[in-house]
């Protein structure tokens, strides 16, 4: 019989998820041999496959940036499949790692573009699936890469006969540039239609389902929003990454509004602005935090014009509300 030793390098993370009885998620610690030759295969994307393409490499996890590799592969079969993604279609990844999400996309007949910051990770994609003309690795940060060049090009050298003329977001995103990927990805429904994220609950929650009223209302609600529907999917149990996070992470897909269904403002830059600026004074009333765009007598009117109080504070109003407050109080 034939045994296999985990590398030392992962010893301290020996644990794995499991499904208890009444379908929750407990944490079972692993011997440090694994499974005799002849065992049941297992899924090439799971806890032992992950560790041991790490290890390959000498790499573990980098928290400056924000890795966490999925060891469930129906997890990554529900984000595709909340994507609707078809065959022939073009999908953004952002954050492939070690390639588990790449492969259910592959597997799903569609052309994936990764955008992958980790050198090494880049590499350990690209030499995982060389020689497939359906991926294509830019070893590139995603907050700083121009994307709508790469999409658009990839998107005009795609065959005619393609169903859908829009590419489709799909990604495990590395937490801490959650924000910065939403802001850049949920304003481009020229040439995005969907955009399905892997994201902390938290930022899940604040993003999909908060609305005005409740103390967490901020700008970026108002910016979703504008630029979007979105819908909170699925809660993903904390247990299914490595190394463990220490918050549950959830599916949530953005439907991309195109540039006639955005709110007819006069100016965009114009609008986000006035949002920001409600903001900075979150407790203030509008009259008074506003008053640098018209005079509180105004502002008071225009908020009574939409069915507002006077005295309505940011958190109070809806993103429809702030359009038409937008439209009222400044210049045309």
Do not use: W
């Amino acid at each position: 019989m034939t045994l296999t030793l985990l590398l030392p390098a992962f010893l301290p993370f020996l644990s794995t998820p499991s499904t208890s009885r009444r379908g929750g998620f407990r944490r079972r610690l692993l011997p440090c041999i694994a499974c005799a030759k002849g065992a049941p295969s297992r899924n090439p994307d799971d806890y032992h496959a992950t560790l041991r393409a790490l290890n390959r490499r000498g790499r573990t996890p980098r928290k400056s940036l924000g890795q966490h590799y999925m060891l469930n592969n129906e997890i990554n079969e529900q984000l595709v499949a909340s994507s609707s993604v078809e065959e022939g279609d073009l999908v953004l990844e952002i954050g492939p790692g070690t390639g588990s999400l790449t492969n259910v996309l592959i597997n799903a007949g569609v052309t994936v573009l990764a955008i992958e910051k980790d050198p090494h990770m880049a590499s350990l994609v690209n030499e995982r699936f060389a020689g497939n003309d359906k991926l294509k690795v830019l070893q590139e940060d995603f907050v700083k890469c121009h994307i709508r060049s790469h999409i658009s090009s990839l998107l005009a050298s795609m065959k005619p006969s393609r169903k859908s003329r829009y590419a489709k977001v799909v990604s495990n995103i590395p937490f801490n540039i959650s924000t910065d990927v939403v802001k850049q990805v949920l304003p481009m429904g020229d040439i995005f239609s969907e955009v399905v994220l892997l994201l902390q609950e938290e930022t899940a929650n604040r993003l999909s389902v908060l609305s005005p009223g409740t103390s967490e209302y901020r700008p970026i609600n108002v910016f979703v929003n504008f630029y979007s529907v979105p819908e909170y999917i699925a809660n993903v149990p904390r247990s299914n990454f490595f190394p463990q996070p220490k918050v549950d992470a959830a599916i949530v897909r953005f439907k991309l509004k195109q540039a006639a269904e955005y709110p007819p403002v006069t100016s965009t830059k114009s609008f986000f602005s006035m949002v920001k600026s409600a903001f900075n004074g979150k407790r203030k009333m509008l009259r008074k935090s506003l008053q640098h765009l018209n005079t509180a007598v105004d502002i008071e009117n225009a908020l009574v014009g939409i069915g507002l109080p006077s005295n309505s504070r940011p958190e109070d109003l809806t993103m429809d509300d702030f359009v038409q407050l937008h439209n009222m109080i400044t210049p045309g």
